[in-house]
């Protein structure tokens, strides 16, 4: 089976101090957790697959794809990414942060409204849509982020440490619902974590960083 995700020579760091030199190949169907102690470079691995940090050397295919180079849109429709922290915006509100997952899809955006009502409902959103994001928990927040993330319609979703400010049952949820995403949609979600406990319940994969190699 062809991999979904194929990272070649990959070089991640700054102003040309390398950080990470991997190659990986992943398939589509699973939920991969990337680990490892602070400052491996998790989080700029991950900005990197997204596009929004430049890789040093190497190359980043998506479904046969190469990312370098891509429009933003064709790169928004390939690659959907989560980040813990919230946006600096406020004022906007729940379902007009899932409409901006169409973004990738403008011309067609007309027929996403059926798809959109869909996830709000498997994602038990209807009683949020009209809140403005700054009033939610920090466990509802993550899950409208994930909505966000399904209504943009990405083969890979990309979430760095998705849990770290959640409870204990929002973490449950959260996992539970990013692995019921893999494997029930056919995407590739990869997440960066610490907690251990939860990578070993929910992962299919692991992703170790612990050096340049």
Do not use: C
């Not at 919230?86 to 011309?107: F, S, W």
Request: no cysteine; hydrophobic share 40%.
């Amino acid at each position: 089976m062809k991999p979904i995700l194929e990272i070649k020579n990959l070089k991640v760091g700054f102003d040309q101090r390398v950080l990470i030199h991997v190659s990986k190949n992943f398939e589509a169907g699973k939920i991969v957790a990337l680990i490892g102690r602070n400052g491996t470079g998790k989080s700029s691995l991950i900005r990197t697959i997204a596009g929004l940090q430049k890789e040093l050397e190497g190359t980043i295919s998506i479904q046969g794809n190469t990312l370098l180079g891509l429009q933003p849109i064709d790169l928004a429709k390939l690659i959907s990414v989560v980040f813990t922290q919230r946006p600096a915006v406020n004022g906007i509100d729940v379902i007009t942060l899932l409409e901006m997952g169409t973004y990738p899809h403008q011309k067609e955006s007309s027929s996403f409204q059926e798809k959109i009502n869909k996830i709000i409902g498997e994602l038990q959103l209807e009683h949020l849509l009209s809140k403005s994001i700054e009033n939610l928990s920090d466990g509802e927040f993550q899950k409208v982020m994930i909505g966000r993330a399904l209504v943009q319609e990405t083969p890979v979703i990309l979430l760095d440490e998705p849990t770290a400010f959640l409870d204990y049952v929002a973490k449950e949820e959260v996992m539970s619902l990013l692995r019921e995403i893999a494997h029930n949609s056919n995407k590739l979600v990869l997440f960066s974590s610490h907690d251990l406990t939860l990578v070993e319940k929910y992962a299919d994969e692991k992703w170790i960083l612990d050096s340049i190699s």
